[in-house]
């Protein structure tokens, strides 16, 4: 996950204080239901437009977590609102969420074929990956025929390649020298 770092310090802080006040899988769903919403463009939008009060745009942010629980949540999302980074939020989202797993040691693996996989397939190449790891594994599927073959599984900086295109490339350079 390519993230600026900025929002690696803004996810890592959230996790850290929500970790702090034992909230963080009240954080989890509250940033997942904040993610939903401002996947909207035109929702973004007024958030990040000059042209909307200051003051609508906290009411709005207050009128999503009205909880008293839920006011350092609020507060963070007024501070980026504040630093001009609020079109960041997605990126925010998405470090806190890689910090949640890795606190429940679970490593995300994005597991690319050339053709979907099937359930018990993808269960086999889960299996494979945690005996390797030593860590639950949570699949994000990916279907890329320019690999022709094979799989590419890549867990955070890690990468596994066993694609047919890449042993194709690595034949080829054998074959040229």
Do not use: C
């Not at 960041?88 to 597991?111: K, S």
């Not at 945690?130 to 890549?154: H, M, W, Y």
């Amino acid at each position: 996950m390519a993230v600026a770092g900025a929002a690696k310090r803004y996810g890592q802080a959230a996790f850290d204080v929500a970790r702090e006040h034992g909230l963080v899988d009240q954080w989890e769903l509250d940033f997942l239901m904040i993610s939903d919403v401002l996947s909207d463009p035109g929702t973004m939008d007024y958030f990040q437009s000059p042209a909307v009060r200051r003051s609508a745009k906290v009411e709005a942010l207050t009128s999503m977590l009205p909880d008293e629980s839920q006011v350092l949540l609020r507060n963070l999302l007024l501070l980026l609102l504040e630093r001009r980074r609020f079109h960041q939020i997605q990126d925010v989202v998405a470090v806190f969420q890689a910090l949640v797993l890795e606190e429940r040691g679970i490593a995300v693996a994005r597991v690319a074929t050339a053709v979907e996989l099937t359930e018990e397939e993808l269960e086999m190449v889960r299996g494979r990956l945690s005996t390797i790891l030593n860590k639950q594994i949570e699949i994000v599927p990916q279907v890329n025929p320019e690999i022709i073959g094979g799989i590419v599984a890549q867990i955070g900086d890690d990468l596994f390649d066993g694609s047919v295109r890449t042993q194709l490339a690595s034949l080829k350079r054998r074959l040229a020298n």
